[in-house]
């Protein structure tokens, strides 16, 4: 055994997960790395057969985001003569793609490596990739069907037939589940959402009854997200893709209503196994109502955490030329996790994260 393998069980620092880098671990952890340089080359394949164009947005931004839950890292900025000016990493590229849009560009796709702080667990890490892209002039049924060939395209990559966790298997070339959020939260918990819309005490007797726990200050959105984290999301990719949409507008800060029904919003995210693998938005491009329901969002942080982030000014002085445009977040690593059957996300991760295992 060689010192490294010794000291592979233990880093020697509290807290600290065992060394990545001890050879025996790393062994075992190196079919699934060779695995996600495979997935990498096959969906950048697939973007360039599509036409899009491959852009590097800077981590460092003046905002790192604004929605309320998310939590960002920050730094200092410093110049000569300075206090310094403080800065954060972005959570996700979307601002600064959309600044993209705004200057021409139409079929645009980032590997993005996002970081949001204390996100930990094993399908979560602080420091991921985000595979973001967007088509200017497509609607969000569109950048649906991408999200789906995205998944079948790692799955191949891979030579394999299903996607897979925890004993759970999901078969992308399957016909796509197609679920509104109203229908799921009707079949999963046996609630009728729309008669609760912006009704926070009607929402959290339906979601009591639903067997949910709800806690006095929870707000409207806390409830609702526990019914989807409780009751729907561990229903969802069961034998196939699942493709829940429409999300009630409250809980689509960077979406345009939906046509069908403004009190929903043009958002879905995709799922297989329970796993949310992708988010995407028909983009809200109206500036003034953007930057209103970032102040709320900003509003609901520090309420509840004490703090929040700055409005990104550029970026709202873009969306008032930015096309009509959709675009999708997929979370990269866990793709590479479910089409190679990882158990943790930090299976699939170079070098790991600390604090993390």
């Known amino acids: 055994m060689t010192v490294a393998d010794k000291t592979g069980g233990n880093s020697g620092q509290a807290g600290l997960p065992a060394r990545f880098w001890a050879p025996s671990r790393h062994g075992d952890r190196r079919f699934f790395l060779t695995a996600r340089g495979k997935v990498k080359s096959a969906l950048r394949g697939w973007f360039e057969g599509e036409g899009f164009t491959e852009v590097e947005c800077g981590a460092l931004q003046v905002s790192p985001g604004n929605e309320a839950h998310i939590q960002a890292f920050s730094s200092l900025f410093q110049r000569a003569g300075s206090d310094g000016t403080t800065v954060y990493l972005h959570t996700s590229p979307e601002f600064s793609c959309k600044k993209l849009l705004a200057a021409g560009e139409t079929k645009i796709v980032d590997f993005a490596r996002v970081f949001r702080n204390g996100e930990t667990g094993p399908l979560h890490t602080p420091e991921f990739t985000m595979v973001e892209w967007y088509r200017a002039g497509a609607g969000y049924f569109d950048i649906m069907d991408d999200s789906v060939e995205i998944c079948r395209a790692a799955v191949r990559a891979l030579g394999g037939a299903a996607l897979t966790w925890r004993g759970r298997a999901c078969d992308p070339f399957a016909d796509v589940e197609m679920l509104s959020v109203a229908a799921a939260f009707s079949r999963y918990a046996a609630m009728d959402l729309t008669a609760v819309l912006g009704d926070r005490d009607g929402l959290a007797r339906a979601a009591v009854r639903a067997g949910v726990d709800v806690q006095g200050d929870d707000c409207w959105s806390d409830i609702f997200s526990k019914v989807i984290v409780m009751r729907?999301?561990?229903?969802?990719?069961?034998?196939?893709?699942?493709?829940?949409?429409?999300?009630?507008?409250?809980?689509?800060?960077?979406?345009?209503?939906?046509?069908?029904?403004?009190?929903?919003?043009?958002?879905?995210?995709?799922?297989?196994?329970?796993?949310?693998?992708?988010?995407?938005?028909?983009?809200?491009?109206?500036?003034?109502?953007?930057?209103?329901?970032?102040?709320?969002?900003?509003?609901?942080?520090?309420?509840?955490?004490?703090?929040?982030?700055?409005?990104?000014?550029?970026?709202?002085?873009?969306?008032?030329?930015?096309?009509?445009?959709?675009?999708?977040?997929?979370?990269?690593?866990?793709?590479?996790?479910?089409?190679?059957g990882a158990r943790h996300i930090n299976d699939v991760l170079w070098t790991p994260f600390p604090y993390t295992e």
């Open 232 to 340: 729907i999301e561990p229903q969802l990719g069961e034998g196939r893709l699942t493709c829940l949409y429409e999300y009630p507008l409250a809980e689509a800060a960077l979406a345009q209503p939906a046509a069908r029904d403004p009190r929903f919003a043009e958002r879905f995210e995709l799922y297989a196994c329970g796993v949310e693998l992708a988010n995407g938005f028909g983009e809200l491009t109206d500036a003034a109502v953007q930057r209103q329901r970032f102040q709320d969002e900003m509003a609901e942080m520090a309420r509840v955490y004490g703090r929040a982030y700055p409005l990104d000014e550029d970026f709202l002085a873009a969306l008032e030329v930015m096309p009509a445009a959709s675009g999708v977040a997929l979370g990269f690593d866990r793709l590479v996790m479910l089409a190679a």
